[in-house]
Structure formats: structure tokens, C-alpha cells
């Protein structure tokens, strides 16, 4: 489970955001060369279906509110996930996500 506060980090003003703002994160830096990134997925809907994204490092991505499914690259199926709940992404690989609410993240970048 993450901290629901980070100390003596280092913070990225700077938001990337993509999806025409529709996804938006912050990069955050600690002290021993680790990052995180802290973000905001909006719902789905009929103009975006699903989200799509791809990975250059091993992620796993901790959801910390709302829920959503994902379908990681290889798998056939979604899987649900919620608040307090996490999956993990392969380097250089991709994911789909699809949310009906808001869904707030951080992405622990492992590799």
C-alpha cells in the first residue's frame, strides 16, 4: 500500500498530460533516485472508449480512488481493479484501461 503522503521529494511542475487533458500526472523524485508518478484519469466515454498506454520500464500501478478495468498486453480479458488494489505492467510494453469514474493513481516505476 503507498503512503498516503510523500516527505522530502522532489516534484515536476511541469504535468504530463495527454488524451486532450483527459489523463494527467506528475512526476515525483525522492532523494535515493526513485520516481513515481501521482495521476488523474477521467471517465470514459463516447469520445474515448478506452485509454491506451505503453510502458518503457516495469510499472505497477497502485489505483487510489475510483476503479476501472484494465487488459494488459497479452491478456484476453479485462480485470477489474479498485481503490487499494494494483497490477503490474512489463517494460516496453501496454496497457487499456476503461473507467466510468474518476481514477486516481500512482505509478511506481520499477525498472
Do not use: W
Not at 469520445?47 to 505497477?60: A, C, I, K, P
Amino acid at each position: 500500500m503507498s503512503a498516503a503522503q510523500y516527505t522530502n521529494v522532489t516534484v515536476n511542475a511541469q504535468a504530463t498530460v495527454t488524451y486532450d487533458g483527459r489523463c494527467s500526472s506528475h512526476t515525483i523524485m525522492f532523494e535515493d533516485g526513485r520516481h513515481k508518478t501521482l495521476g488523474v484519469i477521467l471517465p470514459c466515454d463516447n469520445t474515448v472508449e478506452r485509454y491506451h498506454f505503453s510502458t518503457n520500464t516495469s510499472e505497477r500501478i497502485e489505483i487510489i480512488s475510483g476503479e476501472c478495468e484494465v487488459k494488459i498486453e497479452g491478456d484476453e480479458e479485462f480485470s477489474y481493479y479498485r481503490a487499494g488494489q494494483s497490477f503490474v505492467v512489463e517494460g516496453n510494453s501496454s496497457f487499456n484501461l476503461r473507467t466510468e469514474e474518476i481514477v486516481q493513481y500512482v505509478c511506481h516505476l520499477e525498472g
